[in-house]
């Protein structure tokens, strides 16, 4: 799975709630910063949908950046991306049961 460091409570691991707040702050400072602001709440389809096309110029662009190893692969960052999703509801829905088991 991913490497990084969380700073949450306890030194546990992230949770979906976590992740949710850590996209929400992306995504709406790629809107206010793009002038779409307003556009977050009437039409966040629109907002991501410009965000992840941005994100695509950013890969092309870093075919030329030498500092990197190797391309970066919008499409196999998105098929894993699916994957690390998959498995953090998974996790998510299955530690609500363990939780609701014990005594």
């Not at 410009?50 to 870093?62: E, F, G, K, T, V």
């Not at 391309?71 to 953090?88: K, Q, T, V």
Request: glycine fraction near 8%; charge should be negative.
């Amino acid at each position: 799975m991913r490497r990084g460091t969380f700073s949450g409570n306890n030194n546990e691991r992230p949770r979906n709630p976590d992740r949710v707040q850590w996209a929400t702050s992306v995504v709406t400072r790629f809107a206010k910063d793009t002038g779409l602001g307003d556009d977050l709440r009437a039409d966040p389809e629109t907002v991501l949908a410009d965000l992840l096309a941005d994100l695509l110029h950013w890969c092309d662009a870093q075919k030329t950046n030498r500092r990197l190893e190797g391309d970066i692969s919008f499409e196999s960052a998105l098929g894993r991306a699916l994957g690390h999703y998959r498995e953090e509801v998974a996790n998510e829905v299955s530690g609500l049961i363990e939780d609701s088991q014990t005594p």
